[in-house]
């Protein structure tokens, strides 16, 4: 699978929109993005996946570069309960279906 | 729609003990079943999955052991607890199947297991 890259830590005043960036060079054309958060002391909460195409959901906004190398989760309009662990996945789905957690981004979204 | 368990949700237990942690899946059939653990500050780590009733693959060698006794039970187990065994316990699931949109893994809310 794909290795991702993010910064380790972002702020965001309440209100705005949150835009978490995440590189993937290495993906490969069957790989899929997905993103997922973790509130502190719960379990990881899906956010939205996406494979080359721009998706929206209630939650978010993924917006995949051309390439594909990268790409933006767009939090619309922050509040505090979206201050969490932002994780960045890519990976292509064999039997087994392996999520691979990197470190992610500690966003903090301020009053 | 579809719930996961798991329990206990805090655990605390002495080094050279045995661990049993539990994680059930409501509202699907045959789901592939995951066990993750995250050490204090750092990414999840996959320890073992399962696709069907009986059959675990093991990611990291270590002192535990999974077993799925039924469709949607999946069970981590130890027989004597290390130190370096505390951690966050994390069961997912995801819809068995083919590659593809239908791949997202859900997670329960997870095991805080502290060794002493």
């Known amino acids: 699978d794909a290795k991702t890259t993010q910064p380790t830590s972002m702020d965001c005043a309440e209100g705005r929109a949150a835009n978490l960036p995440c590189n993937h060079s290495?993906?490969?054309?069957?790989?899929?993005v997905y993103w997922y958060r973790q509130i502190h002391s719960q379990g990881p909460q899906y956010i939205i996946h996406?494979?080359?195409n721009n998706e929206t959901n209630e939650m978010a906004s993924l917006i995949i570069t051309e390439d594909r190398k990268s790409s933006t989760l767009i939090l619309p309009h922050a509040t505090l309960r979206d201050t969490a662990v932002y994780y960045c996945?890519?990976?292509?789905?064999?039997?087994?279906?392996?999520?691979?957690f990197g470190q992610g981004t500690e966003l903090s979204v301020k009053p | 729609s579809q719930t996961i368990h798991q329990w206990p949700a805090t655990l605390v237990q002495p080094v050279g003990s045995p661990l049993s942690l539990e994680c059930t899946v409501e509202g699907t059939s045959n789901p592939n079943l995951y066990w993750y653990r995250q050490a204090a500050g750092r990414g999840l780590q996959l320890l073992f999955y399962s696709v069907g009733i009986g059959q675990i693959s093991s990611e990291v060698p270590q002192n535990l052991s999974a077993s799925r006794p039924q469709d949607r039970q999946f069970i981590l187990s130890s027989k004597k607890l290390l130190l370096s065994d505390s951690g966050f316990y994390l069961c997912a699931w995801k819809a068995s199947g083919r590659a593809g949109s239908t791949d997202t893994q859900y997670f329960g809310p997870g095991t805080r297991l502290t060794v002493l």
């Open positions: 290495t993906i490969s054309g069957n790989e899929y």
């Open positions: 996406g494979l080359k």
């Open positions: 996945i890519v990976i292509f789905y064999n039997q087994g279906g392996k999520l691979i």
